[in-house]
């Protein structure tokens, strides 16, 4: 691990304390772990080396996520949603091809604006209502939108928690779902890293070792999500969104 041998100590205390809260975080709401690492561990790594570390946590911890309560529960879920798995899959797929048609700057504010809007209406009591009989279309749509934005950017989160925010999924099923969606997202991207060269003989070791304090955080993270009632659960996802949806916006302003 000659990565981590050549750093020095403050760098290494920073890279652990990173990870640590990063899984703390996901273990408590579901997500934010990519966000979180990238950004903090880009302060003291170069760009490409940052992106290898969070990817071996990211596979790991979205497994465990969707499958913490076992696969049939996991598969349940997968079900219930298959909807929107299948609009977003189709519309990833589609939209991947079309990267060069929108900016990148361009397409970051595009996810961040409606988001942070849709979480401070929400923040402030606002409850839309979203009809049952018009599930499939809402699916549909909402999926696509996510698809869209995901093929093109790499981000597909922000609008899959606000749907499952909006209908008040059960903080448990919405933990599996997001852990399952992820999860393939996340196994895409460690494929496309391991033919793209920034997973290699240097970073794998690097991203492996990022699992123990990422798990580590994880595992607290869920104590807290298991003890937290639904309601703070949904203000704790929004303030996280929020904050998400901001950081989307700041990069795409600044870049």
């Not at 990173?18 to 408590?28: D, E, S």
């Not at 852990?179 to 991207?189: D, F, M, P």
């Not at 123990?212 to 869920?222: H, K, N, R």
Request: overall charge positive; glycine content about 10%; charged content about 10%.
């Amino acid at each position: 691990m000659g990565i981590v041998t050549e750093l020095p100590q403050i760098a290494l205390l920073l890279i652990v304390s990173v990870a640590l809260f990063a899984g703390f975080v996901k273990g408590a709401v579901g997500f934010g772990m990519p966000l979180i690492m990238i950004s903090g561990l880009a302060t003291v790594l170069p760009a490409d080396v940052a992106l290898a570390a969070l990817i071996v946590p990211t596979v790991v911890t979205n497994g465990y996520q969707a499958f913490r309560h076992g696969v049939h529960a996991a598969w349940e879920a997968v079900a219930k949603f298959r909807v929107f798995l299948i609009a977003l899959l189709i519309f990833l797929v589609i939209s991947a091809q079309l990267v060069s048609v929108l900016s990148q700057e361009l397409l970051f504010i595009i996810i961040g604006l409606p988001v942070v809007a849709f979480c401070l209406l929400q923040l402030s009591a606002w409850n839309p209502q979203l009809k049952q009989k018009n599930r499939v279309r809402d699916e549909s749509l909402i999926g696509a939108f996510a698809g869209m934005t995901g093929g093109m950017s790499g981000v597909w989160g922000p609008p899959t928690i606000a749907y499952l925010t909006a209908i008040n999924t059960p903080k448990t099923e919405q933990m599996r779902v997001q852990g399952v969606i992820y999860g393939l997202g996340a196994a895409a991207l460690f494929l496309a890293h391991l033919k793209s060269g920034v997973l290699n003989a240097q970073t794998i070791p690097l991203s492996v070792a990022m699992l123990v304090p990422s798990l580590a955080g994880m595992v607290l993270g869920g104590l807290v999500h298991d003890q937290m009632p639904q309601a703070t659960f949904k203000r704790m996802t929004l303030i996280v969104l929020t904050v998400a949806g901001l950081n989307l916006i700041r990069k795409g302003l600044v870049g």
